[in-house]
């Protein structure tokens, strides 16, 4: 049985290939998420195949925009059946509030989720967005205002989830992408960084042994899964992988 951890990252140019790898790997899976790629490509039919198949859906869109407008997004979000929809923490404390209120008020059925920092940012990225701050104070900074505006559940990569655990406690849901495979043989050690960092656009990241380890309650895996010899046995492994750093926290 799956721990139910495990997000998978549908990211695909079209909904039958997010369909067929997507329903080839729901034993292993948590939930399915839906991001921007899809989304924009498909529309409201990005979501209806996984409602169809009993996946819980992640829709990753990001929202961030004036609070009006986000309220808005966030009533159609919950009407298309979106069980977590992101939105950024930097948004300011208006749109968060606003955004929780409207999924409180559609039902309570969809989850407000804060992006904090975006795993590819590091200390050199927020000094040129004029930032005077490292990832770990500001994804705390961030997560901390989202969750007195009432948000509970929270992005953040495997370097932050040990100190936004610690900053909001167990009520918090921590979810974490950025999460690469480890070495062969070697559970928990850490993967070729070199390869897992120049090969792509994440910065911050760690196995998903690491981010349950450290506190995290799901993991978003995309490319590692997609683009695997065998992509569902790379989700089970994934899921094994969790199941034994689930049972270390214990």
Request: aromatic share 4%.
């Amino acid at each position: 049985m799956s721990t139910g951890r495990l997000i998978f990252a549908a990211d695909f140019a079209d909904v039958d290939e997010a369909r067929r790898a997507s329903l080839a790997l729901q034993p292993h899976l948590g939930l399915v998420k839906i991001g921007l790629e899809l989304f924009v490509g498909a529309g409201p039919q990005a979501l209806s195949w996984a409602r169809e198949a009993g996946l819980p859906v992640f829709l990753d869109l990001k929202l961030h925009d004036i609070p009006a407008t986000v309220e808005r997004a966030v009533d159609r979000a919950v009407a298309l059946g979106a069980r977590m929809l992101t939105v950024h923490a930097g948004g300011g404390k208006e749109m968060l509030a606003r955004a929780v209120r409207r999924a409180e008020a559609a039902g309570d059925t969809c989850t407000i989720v804060a992006v904090t920092v975006l795993t590819s940012l590091d200390d050199a990225d927020l000094t040129q967005l004029g930032i005077d701050a490292k990832p770990d104070a500001h994804a705390r900074r961030l997560a901390r205002l989202a969750f007195d505006q009432g948000v509970r559940a929270f992005v953040c990569s495997p370097e932050e989830v040990a100190t936004l655990r610690v900053e909001l406690g167990p009520m918090a849901t921590l979810i974490t992408p950025g999460v690469r495979p480890e070495i062969p043989g070697l559970p928990g050690a850490t993967f070729n960084a070199g390869s897992a960092k120049g090969s792509d656009d994440q910065k911050r990241v760690a196995t998903a042994r690491d981010a349950i380890a450290r506190g995290a309650d799901y993991v978003v895996v995309g490319r590692p899964i997609r683009d695997a010899a065998d992509p569902v046995a790379a989700a089970a492994s994934l899921d094994q992988s969790v199941r034994e750093a689930l049972a270390g926290r214990a």
